[in-house]
C-alpha cells in the first residue's frame, strides 16, 4: 500500500463512499468534481491508498484575484496598487472521516501549498486563499499560518512569501 496524490480521475478513483461529515464537501467529490475538472473550473486532487482507487481525502485549486483594499496592511504594503492581484483559491480541502486523526489535513494542505508555489513562477500568484466552513476548520488555517482578510473573518489567506520560506 502506498499513499498518493494525483489529479481526479473520475474514471479510476471512486468517490461513492466519500464522507467527511459535511454534506457540501461530501456532494461535490461525489457529483461536482469531475465537471469542474472537465470545464477547468477548478482542478481535483485526490488522496488514494494504492492499489486501492477509494478517495481518501481531496482539495482543489483555482485561480482567484483578491480586492488589495481587504488584505492586512503589513502585507499590502509592499504590493502595487492595482485594484485586483492574482492569488491561488484552495477551494475546497476535505479528509474521509474515516481516515481523521492520520495527518491526511497536513499532508493534502502542504501539497496544495507546495502545487500553488510551483504554479505561481509560471501564472502569478501573491498568495493563497481559503474558505473555512466552520470555527475548525478556521482554526486549522490559523494553525498554518493562514490569516483573516479584514471583513470576512472566514476567509483566509497566506502570502506566497511565507510559503516559499516553508519550502
Known amino acids: 500500500m502506498v499513499f498518493k496524490i494525483e489529479p481526479l480521475d473520475s474514471r479510476k478513483h471512486d468517490r461513492s463512499d466519500f464522507c467527511c461529515g459535511k454534506d457540501s464537501l461530501d456532494n461535490y467529490i461525489r457529483k ?18 494504492e492499489p486501492e482507487f477509494n478517495v481518501l481525502a481531496y482539495y482543489t485549486l483555482s485561480t482567484y484575484t483578491i ?9 499590502a504594503k509592499g ?59 478556521l482554526s486549522f488555517y490559523m494553525k498554518y499560518g493562514f490569516q483573516q482578510f479584514r471583513q470576512e473573518s472566514m476567509k483566509l489567506y497566506l502570502p506566497m512569501k511565507f510559503i516559499e520560506a516553508l519550502f
Open 32 to 49: 461536482q468534481a469531475s465537471q469542474d475538472v472537465k470545464r477547468r473550473v477548478s482542478t481535483v486532487f485526490v488522496l488514494i491508498d
Open 79 to 137: 504590493l502595487p496598487r492595482y485594484p485586483l492581484l492574482p492569488a491561488t483559491m484552495l477551494g475546497r480541502l476535505a479528509v474521509d472521516d474515516r481516515q481523521k486523526g492520520k495527518g491526511f489535513g497536513e499532508l493534502m494542505l502542504l501539497d496544495a501549498l507546495h502545487k500553488a508555489l510551483n504554479a505561481s513562477t509560471q501564472v502569478a500568484s501573491l498568495a493563497v486563499i481559503a474558505e473555512a466552513l466552520d470555527d475548525s476548520a
Open 67 to 75: 480586492d488589495i483594499t481587504v488584505l492586512d496592511e503589513t502585507f
